[in-house]
């Protein structure tokens, strides 16, 4: 199918686990992100891509990691995660020169 | 620092009035202005997008009004209906740039 795809949906982990949240686009645009969204704060910038291989900070990079290596594949990995990552977490794609985001599902993560 | 701030932060509107979502921004190379909408377990969809050469622009029952001497853009939903109930929210982004940065959210909800 095409579009963006999230995974897992829902996910509980415990503190101090290391987690990866999965993010497919089936367009080939070349830039991805990853936002969480937590009440009262809106949507904030974690990582962003420009293409493979080239990622970026955003605004709340601390506890994330991330990877491009295939232009379609954004992989999301809190390394140690911790009860303040509890969130809802959206992938994001655009193409170049325009910043029309399609974004994903989301996946709701607890840590616990 | 909060560089897109949006009032009010929830709206009720009765069935066929008028919903209007305002949004402040400070940095002036911000030149793309897109309104999302989020509904429930979903992600954000593009609603609405606007650049500062023009001062209006209108989408069915939505439309967008800026104002750039004040830095000030606003989201105007006419005869709002129940499934116009959701979360909206404003970005902006820089020229050159694909990073948007969100408001904080604004949760309309329409009455029959």
């Known amino acids: 199918d095409a579009g963006i795809t999230q995974s897992p949906r829902y996910k509980i982990t415990e503190t101090g686990r290391q987690v990866t949240l999965m993010c497919h686009q089936t367009?080939?645009?070349?830039?991805m992100f990853w936002y969480r969204q937590d009440l009262g704060h809106g949507l904030r910038l974690i990582y962003y891509?420009?293409?493979?291989?080239?990622?970026d900070k955003g605004e709340v990079p601390d506890g994330y990691v991330v990877s491009r290596s295939k232009t379609e594949n954004f992989p999301l990995t809190l390394e140690s995660a911790t009860r303040s990552q509890t969130s809802v977490y959206f992938c994001?794609?655009?193409?170049?020169?325009?910043?029309?985001?399609?974004f994903g599902s989301g996946t709701r993560l607890t840590v616990v | 620092q909060q560089q897109v701030k949006q009032s009010p932060q929830s709206l009720i509107v009765q069935k066929g009035g008028i919903s209007i979502i305002n949004c402040a921004y400070e940095?002036?190379?911000?030149?793309?202005f897109p309104w999302y909408q989020q509904f429930p377990g979903k992600g954000p969809a593009l609603l609405i997008a606007?650049?500062?050469?023009?001062s209006e622009k209108k989408e069915g029952r939505f439309t967008i009004s800026f104002n750039k001497s004040a830095k000030q853009f606003s989201l105007h939903i006419m005869d709002s209906q129940p499934g116009d109930s959701a979360t909206y929210f404003c970005?902006?982004?820089?020229?050159?740039?694909?990073?948007?940065?969100f408001g904080k959210g604004t949760k309309l909800t329409v009455n029959p």
């Open positions: 994001a794609s655009s193409e170049w020169g325009t910043a029309g985001y399609t």
């Open positions: 367009w080939s645009h070349s830039y």
């Open positions: 891509s420009a293409a493979a291989d080239i990622t």
């Open positions: 940095n002036t190379a911000f030149d793309y």
């Open positions: 606007i650049r500062p050469d023009v």
């Open positions: 970005a902006a982004s820089k020229g050159g740039s694909e990073k948007l940065v």
